[in-house]
């Protein structure tokens, strides 16, 4: 866009360029003005990540960047808001804010919603992780995982007395086994010696 346009102008084009890209995603927040007057924008974006050529993927992480512009912007850089957070701790949105801060005072005098959404986007592709569970989820999955090992554990002791059990029946019976057989051979050996 020309910087020799009005910024009222600019600010028309841009907001209609982010409506044709972004369509029911951008809501458009400003008050209607009285007498028709042109006020400066005003606008929220509802934002996912990023996605990559390799097709759809889990969307676990999303927010809404909320633009607020004064009268001069795009030559003065707009108020940033990021809103409505999912799957993004408060210090991973902060981490963005910062990140939009230093991006928006680069591209001071130039339009750069569309920049800041995007980079939002890569942003929330680079953290879209499953959320952690809660404190409570996480206590009982440990809890569950604790009493399986326990159960494995007797499990394996209750096999191993049992096997135990069985050495201990077999080595009875060989040993009743090999005396009867001793006592049989020690017989026959005394019968044969006395045959001589």
């Known amino acids: 866009m020309s910087s020799g346009d009005s910024i009222e102008a600019r600010q028309n084009n841009e907001f209609e360029a982010l409506q044709a890209i972004y369509g029911f ?10 007498w028709n007057k042109w006020t400066p924008m005003n606008l929220s974006l509802s934002l996912k990540p990023q996605q990559g050529s390799v097709g759809t993927h889990e969307i676990y992480a999303t927010i809404d960047l909320h633009i607020v512009c004064d009268a001069c912007y795009p030559e003065n850089c707009p108020r ?6 999912k799957g993004l701790s408060q210090t991973t949105v902060a981490e963005l804010q910062v ?5 928006s005072k680069e591209l001071e005098g130039e ?11 890569e942003f929330l592709h680079t953290h879209n ?12 999955k440990r809890q569950k995982e604790k009493e399986e090992r326990d159960l494995q554990a007797r499990q394996i002791e209750q096999d191993l007395k049992v096997c135990l059990l069985i050495l201990r ?8 086994h090999y005396s ?8 026959r050996t005394q019968s044969r010696l006395k045959k001589r």
Not at 99 to 103: C, P
Not at 111 to 121: D, H, K, N, R, S
Not at 169 to 176: A, H, Q, T, V
């Open 111 to 121: 339009e750069m919603i569309f920049q800041l959404a995007q980079c939002v986007e």
């Open 180 to 187: 009867n057989s001793n006592s049989h051979l020690q017989s």
């Open 99 to 103: 990140l939009l801060e230093q991006k």
């Open 129 to 140: 992780k499953p959320t952690s569970k809660s404190f409570y989820d996480e206590m009982l």
């Open 169 to 176: 029946n077999k080595n009875i019976y060989l040993s009743i």
């Open 80 to 85: 940033i808001y990021l809103e409505n957070s």
């Open 25 to 34: 995603d951008l809501k458009d927040l400003r008050k209607k003005a009285a």
